[in-house]
């Protein structure tokens, strides 16, 4: 039989067909925007770091999450900065008071996201306690990091978002959360976590940068796909409601791998792309080398493309307008 000659451009005439056919889209109701909050901060300062986001203020978090809704964005993801850094007998006071006060303001209408880590409290910028070996202790850190979920989970933070890497956290989470009636408070693992350099401006803005040595004891190597894997089976079992792949531009494969394994294909997936994935695009366009909102978009395309379902970036408040603005 004779073939019609292949004619793949009919599919690419003109925008309204490409639009037609298009089988990816982004749904702002899947983005949850990130901030950094610090205590006596008197005013929003630019945060060098990643241009365009902000150290905020107590009240001037409020106003960009307003600012947020306006733009069909309901989720956001919190790192509050406390002023003082200890070794040990950690509280969390500042970060208590502004969820509750988001929460007071907001109620359901935002779902409220919290990291959950000790890197911004440590003397040594690292995630868990440092033992005099200068070994960072699991069982110990583990045991604040559930203590710390419980108080923010009476704060009113809707889904706990552990970003520490230490081993079983989520079982203990988990167990914590419903000793104290949190049944229905959603976890976000952030279970296959890399060791990489692209979170370089966030230390820089959440003044976290390990004093001595670095993350590879805790975090999973790049060249390691079978960990990657089983971190997220691992946290899945162990009571995640929704798991993640970060830093997710050089990690796509491991997203898609994620999103086909027999064992996670119904897990809600979430990327997040991080603060040197997202401030890559924007010194990019600084120096005029591209677009930066069809570039931002591009890359979002490709995580979603890749399969996650939830997607963590510095450009969801203004999605909505840059997808308008193509
Ligand atoms: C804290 C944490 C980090 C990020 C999110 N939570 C930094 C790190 O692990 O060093 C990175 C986010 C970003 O780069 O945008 N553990």
């Known amino acids: ?24 889209q982004l749904n702002p109701a899947q983005f949850i925007q990130p901030y950094f909050f610090y205590e006596k901060l008197k005013q929003r300062e630019d945060l060098s770091a990643i241009h365009g986001q902000y150290k905020h203020t107590t009240d001037s978090l409020l106003r960009e999450i307003e600012l947020g809704l306006e733009n069909q964005i309901n989720s956001v993801l919190l790192f509050p900065i406390q002023n003082e850094k200890r070794t040990d007998d950690f509280t969390y006071d500042f970060d208590l008071e502004v969820f509750r006060g988001i929460k007071h303001r907001f ?102 940068t390990p004093q001595a040595g670095d993350r590879k004891s805790y975090q999973i190597s790049p060249d390691n796909l079978k960990d990657a894997i089983r971190c997220s089976i691992r946290d899945l079992d162990q009571g995640a409601d929704i798991l993640m792949v970060k830093p997710v531009g050089s990690y796509l494969d491991i997203l898609l791998r994620l999103k086909q394994h027999p064992a996670l294909e119904t897990a809600p997936l979430a990327a997040y792309q991080v603060s040197g994935e997202y401030q890559g695009l924007k010194v990019m366009a600084d120096q005029g080398l591209l677009n930066f909102e069809a570039a931002l978009v591009e890359s979002l395309i490709a995580i979603k493309r890749a399969g996650a379902d939830l997607i963590i970036s510095y450009g969801a408040n203004n999605l909505v307008k840059t997808l308008q603005g193509l």
Do not use: W
């Not at 039989?1 to 990816?24: G, K």
């Open 1 to 24: 039989m004779d073939h019609f000659p292949q004619n793949f451009r009919r599919v690419r005439q003109n925008p309204a067909i490409r639009r037609l056919l298009s089988d990816t």
């Open 107 to 208: 109620g359901q209408d935002i779902v409220l996201f919290a990291d959950l880590c000790l890197c911004s409290n440590t003397q040594s910028g690292h995630c868990g306690y440092v033992n005099n070996h200068g070994v960072i202790e699991n069982n110990s850190s583990v045991q604040e990091l559930a203590r710390k979920a419980g108080l923010y989970a009476d704060a009113g933070v809707d889904v706990i978002s552990p970003s520490d890497m230490m081993d079983d956290r989520i079982l203990a989470i988990r167990s914590e959360l419903n000793r104290g009636g949190h049944e229905q408070k959603l976890i976000m693992s952030y279970s296959t976590k890399f060791s990489s350099c692209f979170y370089g401006p966030f230390r820089e803005a959440a003044d976290s």
